[in-house]
């Protein structure tokens, strides 16, 4: 990959990309959202405070942008009830599919922001963030599209200014194009570190990994995805 490839298109700016709703919801799924997604929405302005977002303390904040079902956020969510969780999502069906999830398991821990990341990025507090999660985010895979890839340069210093030291932003893609454009942009981040020091470290899931169904459907079509994890320092 060259630089003129992975730089041909303008960074991605402020603009939103991708799609709003797809299928019509269920009953059950429009209750949900109507009475359970305005309790758990993050508060639409103003600096956030994390803390202050939980009904209970909690000892960190981990972020997911873009959790699609919510299958790995509610199992993070699930397996740490002492952490208090953020995930973002703007496609309102992926929303009520975690929506379910945490009325059905009772997550106490988990707040949602259904519109762009990059709306709430800038609101969150320098360092107020231990682990961000990035899984399988849209490659926008024609060269006239990569401009729409949430990875960016702005992104990524978004993400390390909210990161505390020692945190981690942890990156997933079956699309090889899509993990060497982070690699590329990650390597300019002053405060990102890739961790990686052997192939095995980028193939190979984390050890607390729960898989997702989309997952499973890029390995069965062959595509081998690449799981990148990257440091603040």
Known sequence: MT???????????????????????????EERIA?????????????????ALFPHPVSALWLEIGFGGGEHLAAQARAHPEIGFIGCEP???????LLR??????LANVRLWDRDAMELLPRLPDASVERVFLLYPDPWPKRRQRKRRFVSNESLAEIARV???GGSFRFASDIDDYAGWTLVRAARAPHLRWTAERATDWTTPWADWPGT???????????RPSYLTFARV
Not at 91 to 97: L, R
Not at 213 to 223: D, L, P
């Open 213 to 223: 169904r989309y997952e499973a459907k890029a390995i069965a079509q062959g595509r």
């Open 101 to 106: 999830r945490v009325d059905d398991d009772g």
């Open 35 to 51: 009475a359970l997604l305005p309790r758990l929405r993050v508060p639409a302005e103003g600096p956030l405070d994390p803390a």
């Open 91 to 97: 496609f309102v069906n992926g929303v009520a599919k």
């Open 163 to 165: 990161l505390a030291p």
């Open 3 to 29: 630089d003129d490839d992975t730089d041909a298109a303008p960074e991605r700016g402020r603009a939103f990309y991708g799609r709003r709703k797809g299928k019509r919801l269920r009953a059950g799924q």
